[in-house]
């Protein structure tokens, strides 16, 4: 079965840089979260959306930007990287109405 | 105080005895329960959801919820060494937005013993 697609798996930037992460829900999930892990951490919700609006917002810093297109497909842009930014970054999917979310494979941010 | 608590662990048990998983959480309108393993460096994968008082079992894996007590367990039976990872306990409460964002607790490590 087709699952959520990240790009890039691996990131390194520098302090000040940024970034642009992008992710690619399950065919037919129309709803994208996405979320940060720091080391040792648990997931911690950035922003959703749902049919190409933002319908949530967490703890995502002024700094991030993030929308859905018209294939569904979300980007999360990253700038004036901070060396404590440096996560692994997840992007999950569901369909709306579903409670269940499934997650992508992450990409990992590294910022020197 | 986390909204969602689960005892980080290790929970160390020998291969082919039951792992017990517990998590509780604070917001008395939560509405539904995920469990999710994850190993290191890894995301996390949907084990488990539950959403009514009671048990729901799933080949090796046996969710509980009682929802009067604030409180989630997952059991695995038969734990086998690849189940080693850690287990994150996932909740929601749904809101007006349509979309359910998760609430995670900081997971419970396990190993199993060969």
């Known amino acids: 079965a087709a699952g959520v697609i990240q790009s890039p798996r691996h990131l390194i930037k520098e302090k000040r840089e940024t970034a642009t992460l992008k992710c690619y829900p399950i065919?037919?999930?129309?709803?994208v979260y996405w979320y940060q892990q720091g080391p040792g951490q648990d997931p911690q919700f950035l922003i959703s959306?749902?049919?190409?609006?933002?319908?949530d917002k967490g703890s995502i810093p002024d700094r991030f930007s993030a929308q859905q297109f018209s294939d569904y497909h979300s980007e999360l842009n990253m700038s004036s990287l901070e060396l404590g930014d440096s996560a692994l970054y997840f992007c999950?999917?569901?369909?709306?109405?579903?409670?269940?979310?499934?997650f992508g494979p992450g990409t990992r941010l590294t910022v020197t | 105080q986390k909204e969602v608590e689960q005892n980080s662990g290790p929970l160390s048990v020998p291969e082919g005895a039951i792992a017990s998983l517990n998590c509780t959480y604070s917001?008395?309108?939560?509405?539904?329960f995920f469990w999710y393993r994850q190993y290191s460096g890894k995301s996390p994968e949907l084990i488990m959801s539950?959403?009514?008082?009671g048990d729901k079992e799933d080949g090796r894996f046996t969710a509980q919820l009682n929802k009067a007590s604030q409180y989630v367990s997952l059991l695995i039976r038969d734990s086998q060494p690849s189940d080693s990872a850690t287990y994150l306990c996932?909740?929601?409460?749904?809101?007006?937005?349509?979309?359910?964002?998760?609430?995670f607790g900081t997971g419970t490590r396990l190993k199993v013993l060969a």
């Open positions: 917001d008395r309108v939560s509405q539904s």
């Open positions: 539950i959403y009514s008082n």
């Open positions: 996932a909740v929601n409460k749904g809101d007006t937005s349509g979309t359910y964002k998760y609430i």
């Open positions: 999950a999917s569901s369909f709306q109405g579903r409670y269940e979310q499934y």
């Open positions: 065919p037919r999930h129309d709803t």
């Open positions: 959306f749902y049919e190409k609006m933002q319908s």
